[in-house]
């Protein structure tokens, strides 16, 4: 899938960019994690952490992809990578991103989106 709008590739450039949310993007990808597990597995600052997993939703970097209840009410959410791979080109003057999205997470919205329509 191609991007060319101006301001999805600035966000998605800017994410490649980062050294933390690289990480975040890159181990999300094969499997989803709760901000906890990802902070430990990259030895990120867990407000760091939370801070860019947010900035990573807002740019639809990342998506939630389950919402857990503990037997105790804690809530948490796991994420994953919206995107399994990304080039960045550029083409007379404009630069493109080529995305492939991430296939377990289209089909897991596409599922909750039918599922939603039939509620309707």
Known sequence: MEISEPSRVQALVQGLADEYSRKIILTTIPKSKSVEDISKENDIPLSTCYRRVHELLDAQ???????????????????????????????GGVMKVNAVINEDVAEKLKRLWLTMREKD
């Open 61 to 91: 970097i990342l998506l939630v992809e389950r919402i857990i209840v503990t037997p105790e009410g804690k809530k948490y959410e796991l994420f994953r990578s919206a995107y399994r791979a990304m080039d960045v080109t550029f083409d």
